[in-house]
């Protein structure tokens, strides 16, 4: 079963987002703050994450992401961004944020399913590559 | 090298930018004052029926060509003069041109007269230039120096320790040996020497002064604007928050996730998402309004603007096909240059007009975009067989929150900040937008509006 991990710091996000992949079958797991997002994605290994930008934590989502890819963790990222800041108000714009796609909230439940089916069709091909 | 700048020139960039533009203003001058200089010559002769001895007229026809080529050199100096501390900077160059015409102007005072030439007044005019350039101490010591050379040069003719070159024809007596013509002259002109130096000086200062207190206060301002952008986009984020929690349940609850809903609910619950879509474009808007006037820096891209534009109408193709919209897009530019410019800015701008023409051209409408350039500058002409825009309306369009008379019912939706932005954009980039409506696209009761957008290349 794929399952889908949700980071993000507002449980209403958590619970709607999770509701619209449920309901196309795939398992999801959720997080509310950075800390407990490592943990699960380190636990669960999903095949995908949805991380929010979620400005307001003392370690952010870009900070997640970055660290997950240290990790070695390639697992592919969805980035729940708002518009400000995915366009360099708050952060250096060549910072690198080593995410595969960003997506601005909020977004339809047609739009969340076709872009995590792209991107999991994405990581198959890598994966069957390797 | 002493510096020269005096303490009252805080800002570098503008003030350098001053010295340099009086610098050469004043090599301007000179040719001007190489000018009269030759036809007072001409003219003092032919016409004034004044006569030069050849001592005179050879040292003064020198003198004219000296300050001419003296000009010249300056002229070619001019060009390679920086603004580096510590070395000879333009106010060196300032001080270098007064010391060259300040010699220049008392060998042409010895030579017409010294006390009995009127001439030496132009040492007054001098020092009031140098006021406005030079720091107090120097232009104080220049004057000095020139009281101290003048009266040395009145006196030494007076105690006939060197000739006298007296304009015959000028003066029936000869004044250089009257005591009390020498002081009365000699003293006035100290004191009016030192109080031009004084006043320019202070006057030169006092408005320095103001000028910073001026650009103080401007900073002080649009420092004041920034921290109220920064205010409304926290703001906003605030209620975007909860507001796509709202729209995600209701969402989730039209897609029946949960479970069947009935005709009357699903019925008000898509009101309710439509108008909490509209307020979540209106935040968008306003962020993106505050992020322009918050960031003074555009992104520098290459941009070629048919891929930003067929990317917008690729986004479009729904609305477009559900509403049996006709669009053409011609690429008629002879260059094809790309521009150089914000590409994500850009990229709002233009799918804020196309979103625009899909919005009100209607079912069955007509749009098309042209894309024409010249060397220099392309130009994107955006045009729909819409409602268009009333005549009164034409001139207010691009303003905050305007929305067109015609529109203000609620068939259509939108915050009226979506051209505002626009305008901004192009502006950013030193480009202009203009409307007009009717357009060449206008059917019988749709009048249409086409938008011009002219963005320089490179």
């Known amino acids: ?130 | 090298m002493i510096s020269l700048v005096p303490s009252w020139a805080n800002r570098y960039a503008d003030y350098w930018d001053t010295i340099q533009k009086r610098n050469l203003w004043l090599i301007n001058l000179r040719f001007g004052a190489v000018v009269i200089l030759t036809g007072f010559l001409i003219s003092s002769i032919l016409i004034l029926n004044l006569s030069f001895d050849k001592t005179q007229f050879i040292a003064l026809v020198v003198i004219t060509l000296l300050i001419l080529f003296y000009n010249l050199m300056l002229k070619r100096l001019s060009r390679f003069i920086k603004t580096i501390p510590g070395h000879f900077n333009p106010l060196h160059f300032s001080l270098l041109q007064m010391i060259l015409d300040l010699s220049a102007l008392m060998l042409i005072v010895y030579f017409t007269g010294s006390i009995e030439t009127p001439l030496f007044m132009f040492f007054v005019f001098h020092m009031i230039i140098g006021s406005l350039i030079l720091p107090g101490f120097v232009i104080f010591s220049i004057a000095g120096t020139i009281v101290f050379v003048f009266n040395i040069l009145i006196f030494s003719e007076y105690f006939f320790l060197i000739p006298h070159h007296s304009i015959s024809g000028l003066l029936t007596i000869p004044l250089y040996t009257n005591i009390k013509f020498i002081l009365s002259y000699d003293v006035i002109f100290c004191c009016v020497m030192f109080i031009s130096v004084f006043l320019a000086n202070r006057i030169a200062n006092q408005l320095y002064t103001i000028e910073q207190k001026l650009i103080e206060s401007l900073d002080k301002l649009s420092e004041a604007e920034a921290e109220k952008q920064k205010y409304i986009v926290g703001i906003v984020h605030e209620i975007k928050t909860p507001l796509t929690a709202v729209h995600s349940y209701l969402d989730i609850v039209l897609k029946k996730i949960l479970g069947p809903l009935n005709s009357n609910i699903e019925e008000r619950l898509l009101r309710a998402r439509t108008r909490s879509n509209e307020a979540i474009e209106m935040i968008n808007d306003v962020l993106k309004v505050s992020k322009l006037r918050l960031l003074d820096e555009i992104a520098i891209d290459e941009v070629e603007l048919s891929e930003v534009i067929v990317k917008i109408v690729k986004k479009q193709t729904i609305n477009l096909r559900a509403k049996h919209i006709m669009l053409n897009f011609f690429d008629g530019r002879t260059f094809k240059k790309k521009i150089k410019g914000d590409k994500f800015l850009l990229e709002i701008a233009f799918s804020n007009l196309i979103g625009n023409a899909v919005k009100y051209v209607g079912t069955n409408g007509l749009i098309e975009l042209d894309l024409l350039d010249n060397e220099n500058e392309i130009e994107i002409e955006i045009a729909d067989s819409g409602i268009g825009i009333p005549a009164a309306d034409l001139d207010k369009i691009f303003s905050d929150f305007f929305r067109g008379s015609n529109i203000k019912d609620r068939s259509y939706e939108g915050t009226g900040l979506g051209l505002s932005i626009v305008k901004q954009i192009i502006e950013r980039h030193k480009g202009n937008i203009s409307v007009a409506s009717p357009s060449k696209l206008q059917m019988p009761g749709r009048p249409g509006a086409s938008f011009k957008i002219r963005l320089p290349y490179i």
């Open chain 1, 1 to 130: 079963m794929i399952t889908i991990a949700i980071i993000d710091d507002d449980p209403d996000i958590l619970d709607a987002s999770g509701l619209v992949l449920m309901s196309k079958g795939y398992k999801v797991v959720t997080a509310a703050n950075p800390e407990d997002g490592y943990k699960i994605v380190k636990e669960n290994s999903p095949d995908l994450i949805i991380l929010d930008v979620m400005m307001n934590e003392p370690d952010d989502g870009f900070f997640l992401a970055q660290k997950f890819r240290r990790e070695k963790i390639t697992t592919p990222i969805i980035m729940y961004t708002s518009i400000s800041k995915a366009s360099g108000l708050d952060y250096g714009v060549n910072e690198l944020i080593p995410v595969d796609e960003f997506v601005e909230k909020p977004i339809s439940p047609e739009q969340l399913i076709e872009k995590v089916e792209k991107l999991l069709k994405k990581k198959e091909a890598r994966d069957a590559r390797i």
